[in-house]
């Protein structure tokens, strides 16, 4: 079985290292070009734990709150920001034994896609500095990708592990809303957050979610506890299994002046033949494409809305860097006009325009509604599907000077179907699946709702067909 | 005469033993600060998770009102930045408020009336702010308190009704047990919109806001109404405007003028999942809801006769209504009842400055001691001292009946007896009484009376007395 976290876990117990060591050892392999971290620690710091990721090494995402450890978000606003309380998540790893690395960059708040939006800079794509890593988990992503520790956690509300892991070759999962609790996550869009993990394999996926799944009486979201091992799930048969992917929006002849696309969507074909080696079959489906053309507007819409009132804490009043001024008011302006970025405002704005009473019937609800008709559409699917089989994006990680068309189909819905996901809160994982022009492509599978070992046990049957490191030599 | 116009917004905190949304306590300090978590302090990260007990203290609110239940808890955000809201929103309630188009019955000296309730909803208490001149400090002890809000129709007429109103809602939160509705510690608050009208149409509304003691709610609108129709007096208009009421100069002062109501971006809180309400769960909350005091008072004058005075005296607070209502079940009538509660136990209640738990004396121990005396057992006098020194010794008075041997005897055969032997004793004075003294027949009952230490029975004796000194 490929398992990082199952190799370390053989030196450890054959005592041929420790935990500090691979603390150390992390440490040192740390590139600072790639800028993958905002803080690393400088103290190995264990609990014991008898569990598979006991004195395994990680990182942590810079929006998960760790009592005592700067927290920043990668914002202003949050410069100098140490939590008074620990997430659901890192206590449970740190229960479990595992022991943190640093927290990672990201973009900002994470809210952006492209892990260059962070107040400490880009984050680079180890495959090819000139290249970004995507976001806004970039950190997290890049600390696997790079070596540097066999799984980090990170937070996904449209694409923003998937997405990462796909331009970074690595597997990253984002479980069922509400499997994961969000407590200690700072909010960016209540209804579509996901808390997830970056790996170097699915099987390390399956044995970390294991660990930071479960109810949690901080959370009213999470999911009342599945008993389900989803490690021990891997090796079921997958013969018979049934996967779907979106016709038109896949078919190579409908982007013949675009010859990275072609060759992805024809990897995708051939990766889709991999799959039917399985026994599982693949099926083209019609999927309304005024929908599909409506998934990133929809998730603006929703997102920006949520992340304005969500962030409205950071005021400067209560912690963060105090605004100057004569009265409240013009503290809390000045914090804030200080403390966010161009870009953050501008999502603020619009989310502050989409919830104006005049508005919010025709923009917040409307969007509402889009989000409803996507994910009934899936489910209807789901009733003879298992899941969804798609490239996880259009394109191999861009150059930091690329710009893309976004209101081209290519971008609109190669790049953005990822949300649907986070629309319906169904599992969604993304495993490399092959290189075209010297980097990796993915493949994204996404299944039933609280379905999330099925959806492991699936990318783990294919992750074996596609042999992707033989792939990458 | 100008139509006078008012409506109400109360406020009323809920006692429970957390806050709304987090597990710190929902307690009364004066120490700043020591009643909070994360989540009262809006930390990044930090989630809300519903108390049950004032969703069900809200729902119960709402039931004593009349007013008609949602079908799912459901919680909106109100969005708007200030100091002493450390989320930078409120969780309130818009879409579907705990209670909707209910009433309450006011008695007023001549009328009754009822109040319609416009929406009843549960919502978050904001932290609190003390100013001093060069800084203000935040106390967020009250930050989440669970607060319940009632809006009215505007369908008051006057101080003296809006007033009434308040007494009686107050009361209706005491007695349901959902609040202590101590406006001295801030937990009942109140705004009124108020106008004033000589046609159909409203008048030009205006708002006063976090008005704390009932008193100051009457000054104010007194005030109000005499400054809008000077006002209007003058030819001139009334502007639509947030004023507020100075409780030293009992006059009002406007604070600012309400061109557009704020917008509060208001939307449905995505952390919490919506609560379905199932019958059997509203249908548990509703059982839990006493009678009310009008429903008592009317029963209490009208069936059991009691006076005006009296009723109002026993509705007032609902644990002496229910121990009034005890004896009555234990088959004492009413009016005995009444007196008894009236007399020893609220007297003794405002002597000892205790509840009726501190009192010991429960209403069954209370009216085995009232059927004695019914009885002729004991005298109401050793009754009453009976039970003071009951409450002292915290035992069981008819324990002290028993060991003090103060049943009364009127076993004929013993006073008998008694009465031959003090007869024998003094033969002098029997003489007397066959010489036309017949007085001295109150003597030998104070001879009885000598060897029974008082507990023969006064009027037994003296008939037997009366039938033996003629055989002699």
Redesign the interface.
Known sequence: MKSEILRLRKLLDENKTTGEELFKQAIAKNDKEINAFVTILDKYMHRGGKTLIDNIPYALKDNISTRGILTTACSNILKDYIPVYDATVYKKLKEAGAVLVGKTSMDELAMGGTGTTGNNGVVRNPWNKKRLIGGSSAGSAASVAMNLVPFSIGSDTGDSIRKPAAYGGIVGFKPTYGRISRYGLFAFASSLDHVGCFTKYVADAAIVTDIIKGYDPHDMTSLKDDDECYFDMLNNSVKGKKLFYFKDICDPKNYEDDDELVEILTKFKETIEKVKSLGIEVEEVEFPKELLLALYPTYMTISCAEATSNNSNLTGIQFGPRGEGTSVEEIMFDARTKGFSELIKRRFILGSYILQKENQEKLFKNAQRVRRLVVSKMEELFEKYDGLIMPSSGSIAPLFEDSSDKLSDKYLILENHLVIGNFGGFPSISIPSGIVNKMPISINITGRAKEDGLVLNLAYKIEEVLDFEKVGE | MRKVVIGLEVHCELKTVTKNFSASKNEYTSIPNIHVT?VD??????????NMEAVKKALKTAMALNCTNPDEVLFD?K?Y???DL????QITQVTKPMGKNGYLKIVMPDYEKDILIHQLHLEEDTASLDHYPAYSL?DYNRSGIPLIEIVTEPCISNALEAVKFLETLRDVFIYCEVSEADSKKGQMRCDVNISLTDSDKLGTKVEMKNINSFSSVKAAIEYEIKRQNEVLDKGEKVIQETRRFDEETMKTYSMREKVDAV?Y?Y?IE????PVKLTKEFLDDIRKEIPRLQYERYHQYTNEYELSEYDSNVLVKDKDIADYFEELISYDIKPKEACSWVTTVILGSLNKLNTDLEGLFITSKMLSEVIKLTLDNKISVGNAKKVLYRAMDEKVDPIEIIEKEHLRQIDDESVLVKLVNEALDEHEDIVLQFKEGKEYVTNYFVGQVMKKTKGQASPVKTLEIIKEEIKKR
Do not use: A, E, Q, S
């Not at chain 2, 302090?41 to 989630?47: E, K, R, Y």
């Open positions: 994360p302090l809006g930390l990044p990260g930090i989630l809300p998770v519903v955000r969005n930045y200030y100091p450390p989320k930078g929103y935040i917008d971006k939307f995505p952390n919490m999942p």
